[in-house]
């Protein structure tokens, strides 16, 4: 039973790793395709995770732009989502 639990958590903690690789790959299209608007969080603990996640996703696939660049991204989608 114990091993069966072990392995039960490696699949787990692999699958989200490898959900959480492909958020950080995708293009500009696919993440606006992905991203949902804040309102549709149950929790503001959900937001902000999703806040931090569109952060970290822009500077993985964006390093050079700018705050502003950042902002106006951020607004856009935003705009399409909400």
């Known amino acids: 039973m114990k091993r069966i639990l072990t392995l039960l958590f490696v699949v787990i903690l692999f699958s989200s790793c490898f959900h959480e690789r492909s958020v950080m790959d995708m ?10 608007c804040p309102g549709s969080y149950a929790t503001e603990e959900e937001r902000l995770a999703a806040v931090l996640k569109c952060v970290e996703w822009a500077q993985n696939n964006h ?10 991204f951020r607004i856009n989608l935003l705009e399409k989502k909400g």
């Open 27 to 36: 293009n500009d299209e696919q993440f606006t395709e992905y991203f949902k």
């Open 63 to 72: 390093p050079d732009w700018t705050v502003r660049q950042f902002i106006t």
